[in-house]
T-cell receptor
Framework: GENVEQHPSTLSVQEGDSAVIKCTYSDSASNYFPWYKQELGKRPQLIIDIRSNVGEKKDQRIAVTLNKTAKHFSLHITETQPEDSAVYFCAAPHNQAGTALIFGKGTTLSVSS | DGGITQSPKYLFRKEGQNVTLSCEQNLNHDAMYWYRQDPGQGLRLIYYSQIVNDFQKGDIAEGYSVSREKKESFPLTVTSAQKNPTAFYLC???????????FGPGTRLLVL
């Protein structure tokens, strides 16, 4: 089945810097890769996703890139702000459980002003 | 994701007790899921349901049970067989074709 590894587990940046979080997956058949943002005590919120037929997708200050050959995808946040501080999770199709997802262990992003 | 609700927000379980967590959605999604979240870990799949009256075990189903009698509802029961139930439980839903999943606000289960 699919396996998702996420790095780093913690990331601290200064306000205005860029942040990059990387995930690798194992199943070459996986075709959908979402990113979620979770604030303390809250539900995960979908912030951006990408399908395997595109290599990059942008939405204002966030972007996701996908390298199918290397089986990794990354979240890029530019011009970070304190409100970007949260835990970020990547995910991929579980592939052995219908349309369920399998999640990375999360990256805690801290943006200091 | 405002179309998914979970209750209660906090739940306390006594030893040997079964407790049921509620999940309701009005997004007209066929697929629904239960995930468990522990500190420092990602979300782990407990059960999933692709369609009404059908559900399957996920990666950590032992000590849990579910039902899917209505499209809108997917309750999770934490049985006394689950020896370490303290966690944040998240329900989600999506279209049967997969893609974006939307989460409820979660239920935090604590053991007395």
């Amino acid at each position: 089945g699919e396996n998702v590894e996420q790095h780093p587990s913690t990331l601290s940046v200064q306000e205005g810097d860029s942040a990059v979080i990387k995930c690798t997956y194992s199943d070459s058949a996986s075709n959908y890769f979402p990113w979620y943002k979770q604030e303390l005590g809250k539900r995960p919120q979908l912030i951006i996703d990408i399908r395997s037929n595109v290599g990059e997708k942008k939405d204002q200050r966030i972007a996701v890139t996908l390298n199918k050959t290397a089986k990794h995808f990354s979240l890029h946040i530019t011009e970070t702000q304190p409100e970007d501080s949260a835990v970020y999770f990547c995910a991929a199709p579980h592939n052995q459980a219908g349309t369920a997802l399998i999640f990375g262990k999360g990256t805690t992003l801290s943006v200091s002003s | 994701d405002g179309g998914i609700t979970q209750s209660p927000k906090y739940l306390f379980r006594k030893e040997g007790q079964n407790v049921t967590l509620s999940c309701e959605q009005n997004l007209n999604h066929d697929a629904m899921y239960w995930y468990r979240q522990d500190p420092g870990q990602g979300l782990r799949l407990i059960y999933y349901s692709q369609i009404v009256n059908d559900f399957q075990k996920g990666d950590i189903a032992e000590g849990y049970s579910v039902s899917r009698e209505k499209k809108e509802s997917f309750p999770l029961t934490v049985t006394s067989a689950q020896k370490n139930p303290t966690a944040f439980y998240l329900c989600a839903s999506s279209r049967t074709s997969g893609g974006a999943q939307y989460f409820g606000p979660g239920t935090r289960l604590l053991v007395l």
